[in-house]
């Protein structure tokens, strides 16, 4: 499955960056810096890993959700896959760099992270699964993990700085390590449902086969 493999790449990739640019401060240095250097094909790489698992996160929620509601989370989870695409394509400016000083890479860039609508999407399409006849037990871990990616969320933006100038004192950055996190644990769950199912199909398929 499309984003079993790519959620994997992604997590993979991520942990070989960590150990390859140990100069880097995870505590207050982003992910995106790591664009930054020899090593920077890699983050391009997980970006796209990213981009990929946000599709096809797009595409599942498509076909087990009904109404409207699919095409609008679908849509903010597209949203978010191009936001990706856009990240991995334009480097940033260098952790720290003000607003006013943000060259044109960098500010497209960060259009690119201002797509960012997982959390949101992951929330509204949890519920509206568990809303469905027959998707509300399985539907718990996908609404867990997805409020778990909100809360994250909240507390990245509580920790932004006023100015948005990122230095050693923020841990803005280690909070969004662990919103990158949130996402991996939301892709599983997801994908661990449409593997299974609906579990009202599945108990009338051993029917018809037993």
Same mark, same amino acid.
Not at 64 to 88: C, D, E, N, P, T
Not at 156 to 182: K, N, Y
């Given at each position: 499955?499309?984003?079993?493999?790519?959620?994997?790449?992604? &997590?993979?990739?991520?942990?070989?960056?960590?150990? &390859?640019?140990?100069?880097?401060? =995870?505590?207050?240095?982003?992910?995106?810096?790591?664009?930054?250097?020899?090593?920077?094909?890699?983050?391009?790489?997980?970006?796209?890993?990213?981009?990929?698992?946000?599709?096809?996160?797009?595409?599942?929620?498509?076909?087990?959700?009904?109404?409207?509601?699919?095409?609008?989370?679908? /849509?903010?989870?597209? &949203? $978010?896959?191009?936001?990706?695409?856009?990240?991995?394509?334009? =480097? *940033?400016? =260098?952790?720290?760099? =003000?607003?006013?000083?943000?060259? /044109?890479?960098?500010?497209?860039?960060?259009? /690119?992270?201002?797509?960012?609508?997982?959390?949101?999407?992951?929330?509204?399409?949890?519920?509206?699964? $568990?809303?469905?006849?027959?998707?509300?037990?399985? $539907?718990?871990? *996908?609404?867990?993990?997805?409020?778990? %990616?909100?809360?994250?969320?909240?507390?990245?933006?509580?920790?932004? *700085?006023?100015?948005?100038?990122?230095? *050693?004192?923020?841990?803005?950055?280690?909070?969004?390590?662990?919103?990158?996190?949130?996402?991996? %644990?939301?892709?599983?769950?997801?994908?661990?449902?449409?593997?299974?199912?609906?579990? /009202?199909?599945?108990?009338?398929?051993?029917?018809?086969?037993?």
């Amino acid at each position: 499955m499309v984003l079993v493999a790519s959620t994997g790449a992604a &997590l993979l990739l991520l942990i070989a960056l960590h150990f &390859l640019r140990r100069d880097v401060d =995870p505590t207050w240095v982003f992910l995106s810096d790591y664009m930054l250097g020899s090593w920077g094909w890699l983050m391009r790489v997980t970006f796209t890993a990213m981009a990929l698992a946000l599709g096809s996160s797009a595409v599942i929620l498509a076909g087990l959700l009904r109404g409207r509601v699919r095409w609008l989370v679908s /849509g903010l989870l597209g &949203l $978010a896959a191009f936001g990706m695409v856009i990240g991995g394509t334009f =480097p *940033p400016d =260098p952790a720290g760099t =003000p607003v006013e000083a943000l060259t /044109g890479t960098g500010t497209l860039h960060m259009i /690119g992270a201002s797509l960012d609508f997982t959390p949101i999407a992951a929330l509204i399409g949890s519920i509206a699964l $568990a809303r469905q006849s027959g998707w509300r037990g399985a $539907a718990l871990w *996908p609404l867990a993990t997805s409020l778990f %990616t909100v809360v994250v969320m909240v507390a990245f933006i509580i920790s932004m *700085p006023p100015d948005h100038v990122f230095g *050693p004192e923020t841990h803005s950055a280690l909070i969004g390590r662990l919103q990158w996190a949130s996402y991996f %644990t939301w892709f599983v769950a997801l994908a661990f449902v449409a593997y299974r199912g609906r579990p /009202g199909d599945r108990a009338q398929q051993w029917g018809i086969e037993a």
